[in-house]
């Protein structure tokens, strides 16, 4: 079609021309046929050129023109000549032909190229199409995917959120447990107060107890039959608190156990806590960490929206821009690459949450482990403290009726108490001190070896190296009590120089547990008199404060100087009146209400105490010091008046001058000291004979403490030994007055008490 549609074509253009051009002849210009039909005929060797169709149509409907018919010369001349035309007419065809055939070759060529290439192009679209297609349905794959992973996500979002929700409840869960722990902990504090009051109640029968101490003073005779009794009773008592103290130690190394069992406990408690604390912390923080992951990945989320609204436009532009469509792809795969990492990132700070949780949940259930244990470790304690106190109170009781048959007993033989008690070895000599390790004088015993000779005696309390001051105090704490209940209590510490008396009496006041007599017997009377309030009991107390060296009073409270000095214009005048209340004139009485007040009094007389050096103690106190507690007390509810007073007295060491190697003053003062102890022993012993005349007057020292010793008062002496074999020729001696001290009967101790209006 297409090479006949050119051949036509090609026709048509030459059948365009005009005819009178078209068919000439050669060199000279062509003659179109009509036209040489009537022109002269071209000469025989010049050939005829046609331009066109018309030519040869025209040189067809020529007709033969002759003169007339018979004229056969012209007419075959025409004809021949008309021969000739067809002639050239076919030649110029056959040519037309050849070259209409050579145009048809080339044009069917170039339509062949034509239709190669067209093929080709055909072929090209159709493998973009292809190519268009693949990618559009792995761009749906991968859309798909996404969506899949978006879904994921989600569900993922979803369990994250629930286990966060877990996650607070456990917390709530943890929280109210530790509110749970702070409740005990306030029932615990309640329940300590309500201690409080139960041992302040105990204070309080204490108090009747001694009220009843007092009345069994009008049984007296009845007492006195039955002493031997009391003494079997006393003795089995012993036995039994032996056996007491014995069953309470055993519950105080169980109670000690199951508190360092509970210390353990708390302190695995307290370490699982800070586990647990830090694992919140790591919650939080792999929380937070979560929080950013998921904002990341909202924010992919929406980069993936946007890029599948884009790869929809892309869709639509797929077949036009193949180059858009390769970078969507691209952005597509690294987007789904960031995508796939976040997924990554999500799952590891998923896992990495369980086990978080996991380990939440473990320290929880090590919490409660140790919160249960704890419980039963703090019931376990409370069942073995209440055991231990309900032992204790048993120990306490049969310990306070042993006291209190002792105290009478003693009491009603007049006696002076004695109590020896034992410093540890300073030194690095050996000690020449034992002790009974059985038989009815355990605590009671004490054997000293001098000169390879034992000797032994026997107080009513012996207290070795390893007697703590509380142990000290306890035995002494009633005595100081009586004070309150208007007695006169004198307590003395008698010894060598070195020998603890200091040390026994004041100790160091700033620290608990080396705290003396002094300061504790004031803390028990000031407590005592807090407790005693309650029932009506209004207390007024005045302290003084002096030491006798020399022979010379000396106000250690005074803040005058000059006063304390010796020469100084006080006299210092020692009085006693009708009821044997003694006076100083001119020494300093302070009014005292708190333990807090006498604590500085007896810091402020600890430094004006004159010490001097011997060889034998460089901080030796050479003076005799005596602390008084006047007491007042009234019964806003009775209308009783008690008056007690209580004197604690550190003596100068008693050495022996060729032992002290004192020379001059020194040697001065250890006379002053023998003269006024050797008078005190004068004086002791003067009573226990009942001799008409006591040499109070012969001694600073006993002339002041007259109405202390004179036989309506409770006196207690401490004997002070140093352990060391170098001092038992001076542990004898003091052994030895001691002894004589403890056997003396001086009088049956009165209690100063009178109604308030028979003033
Ligand atoms: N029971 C004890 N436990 C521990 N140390 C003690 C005990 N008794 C005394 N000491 C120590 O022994 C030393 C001498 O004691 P302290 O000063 O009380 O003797 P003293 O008899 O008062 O002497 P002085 O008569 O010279 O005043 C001190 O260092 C004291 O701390």
């Known amino acids: 079609?297409?090479?006949?549609?050119?051949?036509?074509?090609?026709?048509?253009?030459?059948?365009?021309?005009?005819?009178?051009?078209?068919?000439?002849?050669?060199?000279?210009?062509?003659?179109?046929?009509?036209?040489?039909?009537?022109?002269?005929?071209?000469?025989?060797?010049?050939?005829?050129?046609?331009?066109?169709?018309?030519?040869?149509?025209?040189?067809?409907?020529?007709?033969?023109?002759?003169?007339?018919?018979?004229?056969?010369?012209?007419k075959s001349e025409q004809m021949m000549e008309y021969i000739k035309k067809l002639r050239a007419c076919i030649k110029w065809l056959l040519e037309r032909e050849d070259a209409n055939l050579a145009q048809i070759a080339k044009l069917s060529s170039d339509l062949?190229?034509?239709?190669?290439?067209?093929?080709?192009k055909v072929t090209q679209l159709q493998n973009a199409l292809q190519e268009s297609k693949e990618i559009y349905e792995e761009l749906q794959k991968q859309y798909a995917s996404l969506q899949e992973a978006l879904k994921k996500v989600e569900a993922e979002k979803t369990d994250a959120l629930r286990s966060l929700g877990n996650e607070k409840e456990a917390k709530l869960a943890v929280e109210s447990s530790r509110n749970e722990i702070l409740e005990n902990l306030k029932k615990a504090q309640l329940e300590e107060k309500c201690l409080h009051d139960q041992i302040e109640m105990l204070q309080g029968t204490n108090k009747r107890l001694q009220e009843y101490n007092t009345s069994?003073?009008?049984?007296?005779?009845?007492?006195?039959a039955d002493a031997k009794t009391h003494g079997e009773t006393i003795n089995r008592l012993q036995r039994e608190k032996n056996t007491m103290v014995e069953t309470m130690n055993g519950l105080k190394d169980h109670a000690n156990s199951v508190k360092n069992q509970l210390d353990l406990s708390k302190s695995l408690q307290s370490e699982v806590a800070k586990q647990k604390n830090d694992l919140l912390k790591e919650v939080d923080s792999i929380r937070n960490e979560l929080q950013r992951a998921r904002e990341d990945r909202d924010k992919k989320s929406a980069q993936v929206d946007s890029l599948l609204n884009e790869?929809?436009?892309?869709?639509?532009?797929?077949?036009?821009?193949?180059?858009?469509?390769?970078?969507?792809?691209?952005?597509?795969?690294a987007l789904e690459e960031t995508c796939s990492s976040q997924r990554e990132t999500i799952k590891t700070l998923e896992i990495k949450l369980a086990a978080a949780t996991e380990k939440l949940k473990m320290s929880d259930l090590t919490a409660m482990e140790a919160m249960t244990e704890y419980e039963n470790q703090k019931k376990m304690l409370a069942d073995l403290q209440s055991r231990l106190q309900e032992a204790e109170q048993q120990i306490l009781d049969g310990e306070k009726l042993r006291k209190k048959l002792h105290n009478t007993i003693l009491e009603l033989k007049g006696n002076i108490r004695v109590f020896c008690r034992v410093r540890p070895v300073l030194s690095n000599e050996s000690g020449a001190v034992t002790y009974p390790k059985s038989g009815e004088n355990i605590g009671r015993g004490i054997e000293l070896i001098h000169n390879a000779q034992e000797y032994s005696f026997t107080f009513d309390k012996v207290f070795d190296h390893s007697a703590s001051q509380e142990d000290v105090f306890i035995e002494i704490s009633q005595l100081v009590q009586s004070a309150l209940d208007g007695y006169k209590v004198c307590i003395f510490a008698y010894g060598q120089t070195g020998s603890g008396?200091?040390?026994?009496?004041?100790?160091?006041?700033?620290?608990?547990?080396?705290?003396?007599?002094?300061?504790?017997?004031?803390?028990?009377?000031?407590?005592?008199?807090?407790?005693?309030?309650?029932?009506?009991?209004?207390?007024?107390?005045?302290?003084?404060?002096?030491?006798?060296?020399?022979?010379?009073?000396?106000?250690?409270?005074?803040?005058?100087?000059?006063?304390?000095?010796d020469g100084g214009s006080s006299k210092y005048n020692i009085k006693h009146d009708a009821n044997g209340n003694t006076h100083v004139s001119d020494l300093t009485v302070v009014n005292?209400?708190?333990?807090?007040?006498?604590?500085?009094?007896?810091?402020?007389?600890?430094?004006?105490?004159?010490?001097?050096?011997?060889?034998?103690?460089?901080?030796?106190?050479r003076s005799h010091c005596v602390f008084t507690l006047r007491i007042f007390g009234v019964n806003e509810g009775t209308d009783q008046q008690v008056q007690g007073v209580l004197n604690l007295i550190d003596l100068a060491g008693s050495e022996r001058l060729n032992k002290s190697g004192a020379t001059g003053d020194r040697l001065k003062e250890t006379q002053a000291i023998n003269k006024s102890l050797s008078s005190l022993s004068d004086v002791i012993f003067s009573i226990a004979k009942k001799e008409e005349h006591v040499p109070f007057r012969n001694s600073k020292l006993t002339y002041l403490l007259q109405p202390c010793l004179g036989g309506d008062s409770k006196t207690l002496m401490f004997v002070n030994l140093s352990p060391e074999t170098s001092s038992t020729a001076e542990s004898l001696c003091s052994l030895r007055f001691a002894a004589r001290v403890n056997s003396c009967e001086i009088g049956i101790p009165r209690r100063q008490t009178q109604m308030r209006n028979s003033q």
Not at 216 to 224: A, D, F, I, P, V
Not at 593 to 619: F, K, P
């Open 1 to 74: 079609m297409a090479a006949r549609g050119a051949r036509t074509g090609s026709l048509h253009h030459k059948e365009n021309e005009p005819a009178g051009k078209r068919l000439r002849t050669g060199a000279a210009g062509r003659q179109p046929l009509s036209a040489a039909s009537t022109a002269p005929p071209p000469p025989a060797d010049e050939p005829m050129v046609f331009a066109g169709r018309e030519d040869v149509e025209t040189l067809l409907n020529e007709k033969m023109k002759g003169k007339n018919k018979m004229d056969f010369k012209g």
């Open 112 to 120: 062949e190229a034509a239709e190669t290439q067209h093929s080709e």
């Open 216 to 224: 069994l003073q009008t049984y007296n005779s009845q007492l006195q």
């Open 311 to 333: 790869l929809g436009t892309y869709k639509e532009l797929t077949g036009r821009s193949a180059v858009e469509l390769d970078n969507a792809v691209t952005r597509s795969t």
């Open 501 to 565: 008396k200091t040390h026994t009496m004041m100790g160091n006041p700033e620290v608990e547990e080396q705290k003396g007599m002094i300061p504790r017997s004031l803390e028990q009377i000031f407590q005592a008199s807090q407790v005693l309030n309650s029932q009506g009991w209004k207390y007024k107390m005045q302290a003084s404060m002096l030491e006798i060296y020399n022979e010379t009073i000396r106000d250690l409270l005074s803040t005058n100087r000059v006063a304390t000095q």
């Open 592 to 621: 005292v209400t708190s333990i807090s007040e006498v604590s500085s009094l007896l810091r402020r007389a600890a430094q004006s105490r004159s010490v001097g050096r011997t060889q034998m103690n460089e901080e030796s106190s």
